[in-house]
């Protein structure tokens, strides 16, 4: 068998073994996380991670790559799904918009002469 195979087989034999691993059971690193909740791992990273009601990560020997057990990461999930969302009301003319936004619609554009 040449290296290449010998590669590919190690592959083969490490996704057959996380496959027997139930999902809620298994660590997830950033990559893993983002990819249950549609970020990018630096997204989870960056702005959900830190948030404090996150789950907190397990870090081998204090330190090195954080990892999350996908159950806690779902529960919270779950969690963030039934907190009530705060969504700008819709605007019904320009002023409401303005009011909503912060910002004035611009005005009209003047010609150069």
């Not at 068998?1 to 691993?21: H, R």
């Not at 990819?35 to 990018?40: F, G, Q």
């Not at 789950?55 to 999350?68: A, F």
Request: aromatic share 6%; glycine share 6%; proline share 8%.
């Amino acid at each position: 068998m040449t290296d290449a195979m010998l590669q590919k087989l190690d592959q083969l034999i490490a996704a057959t073994k996380a496959a027997s691993i139930p999902y809620e059971s298994r660590w997830l690193d950033a990559d893993g996380v983002g990819a249950m909740l549609c970020y990018s791992g630096r997204q989870v990273l960056e702005t959900i991670a830190c948030r404090p009601e996150f789950p907190k990560p397990l870090r081998v020997n204090g330190s090195g790559h954080p990892r999350w057990l996908a159950s806690e990461v779902q529960r919270w999930a779950d969690d963030e799904r039934k907190r009530p969302t705060r969504i700008s009301p819709v605007a019904s003319n320009d002023d409401e918009a303005q009011a909503v936004s912060g910002r004035k619609k611009p005005g009209p554009r003047r010609k150069h002469q």
